[in-house]
């Protein structure tokens, strides 16, 4: 519900405060769809759909994410994807264009909104994440091997629901285990028993095989180095456990009550590195450098000769974030933490963003089918 940033600290989330987040979405190659994003509670319920919706579609290429929310709201959202794509009924229904995410309230209950969720978007063809809100202590066992099986059970309930309204619907095994502070009731993340129930989550997805979805999930409040830490705990939790969709992955404060801006940045930086170490070498012969080897003298170095030449500006990982200048360099420019120098990035990157061109006729008639049901009086979270 709330956006945070430097400049203006946190507050509740507008419409902009949505398109901007989309707009970073869209710019960031690592990043592979649009996720959950901030609330713009500026608009009502019953009409926010249709903004955020609309956002997604004109300002990004990148599959949407739809919440369930009743099946009113859930086919106006069909409806405009159709629309958008350029597409009939049949080809929308033929392979997956967007996604939601089913929370169990756990223990063992599927709520009526999230179960028409699933109906709706197995009926349609489209991806339902079904993840059990299983918090060890609180809303599931507090043991993690117990707190894996509830998580278990309830994803298969969902699962199977999927399976019987449409066989062969596309789901993904989702996973949200941890633990709370035993002290506090808060949930807690990038902790030693949430990178446990990520491994254990990982093997029960293959398991049954489906894709699984984790997360890197943090609980503090400020993008910081608890942030910072608590995001690498939960990554690695997923990425070693063999994760397909990591949701959650930049911006995250708070336990997802608070989207930062900065966060957005540095969870980027982060994650392209995650992507660079897991892109497998090339070990061919040039690659080897056995020439460049026998060509520089002992002692010497590898600055100026040929194979360095031929690669240096590609062959190492260039950070957005990080400053790898001296400390008298680094005083110069303004002594800017990690923190401020994100404020700067994704203040340029908004400032420069180009949408992608979303064909003319589909988008007046997209903005002739929001106006419409605006003015039928939108649609009622169920």
Same mark, same amino acid.
């Given at each position: 519900? %709330?956006?945070?940033?430097?400049? %203006?600290?946190?507050?509740?989330?507008?419409?902009?405060?949505?398109?901007?987040?989309?707009?970073?979405?869209?710019?960031?190659?690592?990043?592979?769809?649009?996720?959950?994003?901030?609330?713009?509670?500026?608009?009502?319920?019953?009409?926010?759909?249709?903004?955020?919706? !609309?956002?997604?579609?004109?300002?990004?290429?990148?599959?949407?994410?739809?919440?369930?929310?009743?099946?009113?709201?859930?086919?106006? $959202?069909?409806?405009?994807?159709?629309?958008?794509?350029?597409?009939?009924?049949?080809?929308?229904?033929?392979?997956?264009?967007?996604?939601?995410?089913?929370?169990?309230?756990?223990?063992?209950?599927?709520?009526?909104?999230?179960?028409?969720?699933?109906?709706?978007?197995?009926? $349609?063809?489209?991806?339902?994440?079904? +993840?059990?809100?299983?918090?060890?202590?609180?809303?599931?066992?507090?043991?993690?091997?117990?707190?894996?099986?509830?998580?278990? $059970?309830?994803?298969?309930?969902?699962?199977?629901?999927?399976?019987?309204?449409?066989?062969?619907?596309?789901?993904?095994?989702?996973?949200?285990?941890?633990?709370?502070?035993?002290?506090?009731?808060?949930?807690?993340?990038?902790?030693?028993?949430?990178?446990?129930?990520?491994?254990?989550?990982?093997?029960?997805?293959? %398991?049954?095989?489906?894709?699984?979805?984790?997360?890197?999930? +943090?609980?503090?409040?400020?993008?910081? #180095?608890?942030?910072?830490?608590?995001?690498?705990?939960?990554? @690695?939790?997923?990425?070693?456990?063999?994760?397909?969709?990591?949701?959650?992955?930049?911006?995250?404060?708070?336990?997802?009550?608070?989207?930062?801006? #900065?966060?957005?940045?540095?969870?980027?930086?982060?994650?392209?590195?995650?992507? #660079?170490?897991?892109?497998?070498?090339?070990?061919?012969? +040039?690659?080897?450098?056995? #020439?460049?080897?026998?060509?520089?003298?002992?002692?010497?170095?590898?600055?100026?000769?040929? %194979?360095?030449?031929?690669?240096?500006? +590609?062959?190492?990982?260039?950070?957005?974030?990080?400053?790898?200048?001296?400390?008298?360099? @680094?005083?110069?420019?303004?002594?800017?933490?990690?923190?401020?120098?994100?404020?700067?990035?994704?203040?340029?990157?908004?400032?420069?963003?180009?949408?992608?061109?979303?064909?003319?006729?589909?988008?007046?008639?997209?903005? !002739?089918?929001?106006?419409?049901?605006?003015?039928?009086?939108?649609?009622?979270?169920?």
């Amino acid at each position: 519900p %709330h956006i945070s940033d430097l400049d %203006h600290g946190k507050r509740p989330a507008t419409l902009e405060d949505t398109r901007n987040i989309i707009k970073l979405c869209e710019h960031f190659d690592v990043i592979h769809l649009q996720s959950p994003n901030v609330e713009s509670q500026d608009i009502p319920v019953h009409l926010r759909h249709y903004r955020v919706t !609309e956002s997604q579609l004109s300002l990004s290429q990148k599959p949407s994410f739809i919440y369930s929310r009743g099946t009113a709201q859930v086919e106006d $959202a069909f409806t405009m994807t159709r629309i958008a794509y350029g597409l009939s009924e049949e080809e929308f229904q033929a392979k997956p264009w967007c996604y939601t995410v089913i929370n169990t309230n756990s223990p063992r209950q599927l709520d009526i909104p999230m179960c028409q969720g699933i109906i709706d978007f197995a009926r $349609a063809g489209q991806v339902s994440v079904i +993840t059990p809100f299983t918090l060890a202590g609180a809303m599931a066992p507090v043991t993690m091997p117990g707190a894996l099986v509830l998580q278990h $059970a309830e994803a298969l309930a969902g699962i199977a629901l999927a399976q019987i309204v449409r066989t062969g619907a596309p789901v993904i095994y989702g996973s949200f285990t941890s633990n709370v502070d035993m002290k506090s009731g808060s949930p807690a993340f990038g902790t030693p028993e949430f990178v446990q129930a990520a491994f254990g989550a990982g093997q029960l997805a293959r %398991h049954i095989g489906l894709p699984w979805r984790g997360s890197a999930a +943090t609980a503090s409040n400020a993008p910081d #180095e608890q942030a910072v830490y608590e995001f690498l705990m939960s990554a @690695w939790g997923s990425v070693l456990g063999g994760v397909n969709l990591m949701l959650h992955s930049a911006g995250w404060l708070e336990g997802g009550l608070t989207g930062s801006m #900065e966060k957005y940045i540095l969870d980027i930086e982060m994650l392209q590195i995650f992507a #660079e170490i897991f892109d497998p070498l090339n070990s061919d012969n +040039t690659e080897l450098a056995y #020439e460049a080897i026998a060509s520089v003298e002992p002692g010497s170095h590898f600055f100026g000769c040929e %194979h360095t030449m031929q690669r240096y500006q +590609t062959a190492f990982y260039e950070p957005l974030v990080s400053d790898w200048s001296n400390f008298g360099q @680094w005083t110069d420019s303004g002594s800017k933490t990690a923190t401020q120098r994100a404020n700067g990035i994704w203040k340029k990157i908004l400032q420069e963003f180009e949408a992608p061109v979303l064909d003319a006729a589909r988008l007046e008639e997209l903005t !002739e089918f929001i106006e419409r049901r605006s003015a039928e009086g939108g649609a009622a979270v169920a």
